[in-house]
């Protein structure tokens, strides 16, 4: 029976048994100048490219075997000869307090029109990032909040979009659109998110609304293309279109979506019909168009119906 013994070698007298790791690449490298191997076969060896070898190569050829040897950089304590004055970077510290939203060029530009100073942006950034108030490793760009708002006449703008409750997947999809005054709401289901059945609800759109629709704002599906838009511009309505990626333009529509969903609307996912999708979505669309009080923003926890009578009413006075 063979038997297979460890021994445990200290940290200090690995060095005393194995040769530097400098020396082994000095001899390598002594073997390709004096021919002895080819660099290919060395840079095999080490794990390295052809390019390291070659490098390291002219580095012993220049300094022997002090050009293997890794150096520590120095510390760099001196201050450059052309670092920018005290006094201008006082400024430029000053004006990035005043307007912290605006990047390195607009502040340039600024120290130009204000100060007759004459730098440039690269400038500007380091000057910031050396002292600690921008572009450092804790540094956290402010976000503008985007404003909420809700229009204050009900025809003015209508958001509409599509959902898909089961994926799209499924051939089902549900169009909705919601007023920006009011909040008051329809939806109907169809089998494809297509031109066809959005004129279909273009026209139910037109048919249910009261009042003369003047914009209808849409996202960048192919259900809302080109196509869509010279037809409602035939009849006389505006169609705007978010950036692409940015649903919160759309915001009014998405909430409702999520409402929608929340509350289960369509709640039997594999054994429904279209008739059926649209059968439940009216029975909830009186809910929440009559009944449900809302909490969004100039609602005042009024039903859709509620805030339409009311704008009646001030029209009225």
């Given at each position: 029976?063979?038997?297979?013994?460890?021994?445990?070698?200290?940290?200090?007298?690995?060095?005393?048994?194995?040769?530097?790791?400098?020396?082994?690449?000095?001899?390598?490298?002594?073997?390709?100048?004096?021919?002895?191997?080819?660099?290919?076969?060395?840079?095999?060896?080490?794990?390295?490219?052809?390019?390291?070898?070659?490098?390291?190569?002219?580095?012993?050829?220049?300094?022997?075997?002090?050009?293997?040897?890794?150096?520590?950089?120095?510390?760099?304590?001196?201050?450059?000869?052309?670092?920018?004055?005290?006094?201008?970077?006082?400024?430029?510290?000053?004006?990035?307090?005043?307007?912290?939203?605006?990047?390195?060029?607009?502040?340039?530009?600024?120290?130009?029109?204000?100060?007759?100073?004459?730098?440039?942006?690269?400038?500007?950034?380091?000057?910031?990032?050396?002292?600690?108030?921008?572009?450092?490793?804790?540094?956290?760009?402010?976000?503008?909040?985007?404003?909420?708002?809700s229009l204050e006449i009900p025809?003015?703008?209508?958001?509409?979009?599509?959902?898909?409750?089961?994926?799209?997947?499924?051939?089902?999809?549900?169009?909705?659109?919601?007023?920006?005054?009011?909040?008051r709401v329809y939806s109907k289901?169809?089998?494809?998110?297509?031109?066809?059945?959005?004129?279909?609800?273009?026209?139910?759109?037109?048919?249910?609304?009261?009042?003369?629709?003047?914009?209808?704002?849409?996202?960048?599906?192919?259900?809302?293309?080109?196509?869509?838009?010279?037809?409602?511009?035939?009849?006389?309505?505006?169609?705007?279109?978010?950036?692409?990626?940015?649903?919160?333009?759309?915001?009014?529509?998405?909430?409702?979506?999520?409402?929608?969903?929340?509350?289960?609307?369509?709640?039997?996912?594999?054994?429904?019909?279209?008739?059926?999708?649209?059968?439940?979505?009216?029975?909830?669309?009186?809910?929440?168009?009559?009944?449900?009080?809302?909490?969004?923003?100039?609602?005042?926890?009024?039903?859709?119906?509620?805030?339409?009578?009311?704008?009646?009413?001030?029209?009225?006075?």
């Amino acid at each position: 029976m063979e038997y297979t013994w460890l021994v445990y070698i200290p940290n200090h007298c690995i060095s005393m048994i194995l040769p530097d790791v400098s020396d082994v690449k000095a001899s390598l490298i002594k073997d390709i100048v004096e021919k002895r191997r080819k660099t290919k076969d060395v840079a095999t060896i080490l794990r390295v490219s052809v390019r390291t070898i070659n490098k390291r190569r002219c580095k012993y050829e220049y300094s022997g075997i002090q050009g293997l040897i890794r150096s520590k950089p120095w510390p760099r304590s001196w201050i450059a000869y052309n670092r920018t004055k005290e006094e201008t970077e006082e400024i430029v510290a000053f004006l990035w307090m005043k307007y912290k939203q605006e990047w390195p060029e607009r502040l340039r530009m600024r120290l130009d029109e204000k100060y007759w100073i004459h730098m440039n942006q690269t400038t500007v950034y380091r000057i910031l990032k050396r002292r600690n108030v921008r572009y450092h490793q804790t540094y956290e760009k402010e976000k503008k909040q985007r404003k909420m708002y809700s229009l204050e006449i009900p025809w003015m703008e209508i958001q509409v979009d599509t959902w898909y409750p089961f994926g799209r997947h499924r051939n089902f999809v549900i169009y909705s659109w919601i007023d920006d005054c009011t909040r008051r709401v329809y939806s109907k289901a169809y089998e494809h998110a297509n031109i066809v059945n959005t004129q279909d609800f273009v026209n139910e759109l037109i048919r249910r609304f009261p009042f003369a629709i003047i914009s209808i704002r849409t996202d960048q599906w192919r259900e809302f293309s080109k196509t869509i838009t010279k037809y409602l511009s035939d009849l006389h309505i505006e169609h705007i279109k978010n950036e692409p990626y940015h649903p919160e333009h759309n915001w009014k529509i998405e909430r409702y979506h999520f409402t929608e969903n929340m509350w289960e609307v369509i709640n039997r996912p594999y054994l429904i019909s279209i008739e059926e999708a649209n059968y439940m979505l009216r029975n909830w669309l009186s809910y929440y168009n009559f009944c449900r009080s809302h909490t969004g923003i100039g609602m005042e926890k009024m039903s859709p119906h509620a805030k339409y009578l009311q704008f009646i009413q001030k029209m009225g006075t």
